[in-house]
């Protein structure tokens, strides 16, 4: 049983002292403000931006990042933390978690990744940004640890930095618990220096397979790599080779293990479909436990996987609630009232209705489809895709086949992995697609869109986190230059 953590809801004295690092006032390179912070972070190695063919085997070890930690003063060990890993779902569930401990009093941090517009989005406190100048003080506290131990553990990392700067912003913030998505794989994420109160892994499928497996046993193995010893492992009930294999891994480590959901499941979960006024089509969920009695939940984002990832949000409460934090139904009922995830089933022009949504891989396409056929009716619907080159193309092809009235192939502008407009039209003549054309740019894509589609139509931009980024960048442009007239 951990310690009772009290749920005030603000901000309280440091839980302990992170000892603060030597001053390098002067030394070149230190960023100081949040302009030179954006500046040194466009100069590191960025994973997320490369093709994984031309990464080696070796790019991915946690000695840096725990050298780096610990130049800092270790501040990862001053914050108790939930740990969320998995192919689909695992920003949707960590949303929905951290909101409903805001919910029930807490201050609660949030590391996830990627980013939309602002890379601040990674590190938010009660879903707030961290602010600019504590941005810019972060980032300049990690980059002097970094300069230190470089010439014995190699330059830094983009993402090694960000995610020394969140544990250390909340450290330094004190925050009562903060829930950290992994942003690669598990076993030898950056992020995986954290001892949790609660691990989670969510669904499994084809992704990154050059760098995590080519079967989705494989991928488990690495996902299940944040299970540590004596912390609770949890996961949904999916295909049986994967659950099988995080099983092992939990065994391996000794860190016990539930499934939420499906027969013969360790926790009891169920949800159903339902229309109400003000809420619309929307899942309701059930979990039951020794503990906590879930009851018929209303699940604030759209589609049938958010149901199971809504499910396992409420598992890790129940495992917090275990270790000592006070978990309350009304609180997390209200904090799922408050989850919102941009980017996400966002629904974000509406003359013309234009649906964003990061999908890139077949698996979260197929979701995707499904949830607008049940929550957005159309008479003809006009996708615009853009993704990066590494990804399965065909798989993803094929299935907005199943579901495009026409397609407009297009990039994201400045994404070095991204596919050529060209090669993805023809590809998907060659998935079974018909009506497609192609536009070298977003802008022009969602021109060509809005000139096809009428008053009840629906324009769905899909594929990639940068192609959804900058639409929601280039309409909230246009918003304002609206707004200005």
């Not at 939930?82 to 909101?99: P, R």
């Not at 853009?386 to 798989?395: A, E, L, R, V």
Request: charged residues 25%.
């Amino acid at each position: 049983m951990g310690k009772t953590v009290g749920n005030t809801g603000r901000r309280r004295a440091r839980l302990v002292e992170v000892e603060p690092p030597p001053s390098d006032a002067g030394v070149v390179g230190v960023p100081e403000t949040h302009a030179q912070a954006l500046a040194y972070l466009a100069r590191r190695t960025d994973f997320e931006r490369q093709n994984p063919v031309r990464i080696g085997p070796d790019a991915f070890k946690l000695d840096r990042m725990r050298a780096l930690l610990e130049a800092l003063g270790n501040p990862q060990d001053g914050v108790r933390c939930v740990h969320v890993a998995g192919t689909k779902g695992k920003g949707s569930t960590c949303e929905m978690a951290a909101s409903c401990l805001e919910g029930c009093g807490y201050t609660v941090g949030i590391y996830t990744s990627p980013h939309l517009l602002d890379v601040r989005e990674r590190i938010r406190i009660n879903r707030e940004r961290i602010a600019e100048p504590d941005f810019g003080r972060a980032c300049g506290a990690v980059a002097a640890a970094a300069e230190r131990i470089a010439r014995k553990h190699g330059e830094a990392t983009f993402f090694e930095v960000l995610t020394a700067m969140g544990l250390l912003h909340f450290a330094e913030q004190a925050v009562d618990v903060a829930v950290i998505e992994v942003g690669l794989g598990g076993r030898l994420d950056s992020t995986n220096v954290i001892v949790p109160e609660v691990a989670a892994v969510t669904s499994i499928s084809l992704d990154h397979t050059q760098l995590l497996g080519d079967t989705v046993e494989k991928i488990a193995v690495e996902k299940a790599g944040i299970f540590k010893p004596g912390v609770p492992a949890l996961t949904i009930q999916q295909d049986k080779g994967v659950v099988e294999a995080m099983r092992g891994v939990a065994e391996r480590v000794g860190a016990p293990f539930q499934v939420v959901g499906g027969a013969g499941s360790d926790i009891d979960f169920s949800f159903r479909f339902e229309y109400q006024a003000g809420l619309g089509p929307h899942a309701r969920v059930c979990v039951t436990t020794p503990r906590s009695n879930f009851e018929h939940l209303p699940v604030p984002l759209k589609g049938e996987h958010q149901a199971l990832n809504c499910g396992l949000a409420l598992a890790i409460l129940d495992k917090l609630g275990e270790r000592g934090f006070n978990i309350t139904e009304s609180g997390v009922t209200r904090g799922l009232e408050r989850t919102t995830l941009p980017g996400r089933f966002e629904l974000a022009w509406s003359s013309p209705r234009i649906l964003l949504d990061g999908a890139h891989n077949p698996a979260s396409i197929k979701c995707l489809v499904k949830a607008i056929g049940a929550n957005l009716p159309y008479d003809s619907m006009v996708v615009v895709f853009g993704c990066c080159s590494d990804k399965d193309i065909p798989g993803m092809l094929r299935t907005i086949a199943t579901g495009a009235d026409k397609v407009i192939f297009t990039r994201a502008s400045g994404n070095r992995r991204a596919a050529s407009p060209g090669e993805l039209a023809r590809r998907y003549v060659e998935a079974g697609g018909k009506m497609s054309q192609i536009a070298e740019s977003l802008p022009a894509a969602l021109e060509l869109a809005a000139r096809a589609v009428a008053r009840d139509d629906l324009i769905c931009v899909t594929g990639s986190f940068y192609l959804v980024g900058e639409a929601k960048r280039y309409l909230e442009e246009v918003a304002r230059k609206r707004a200005a007239r």
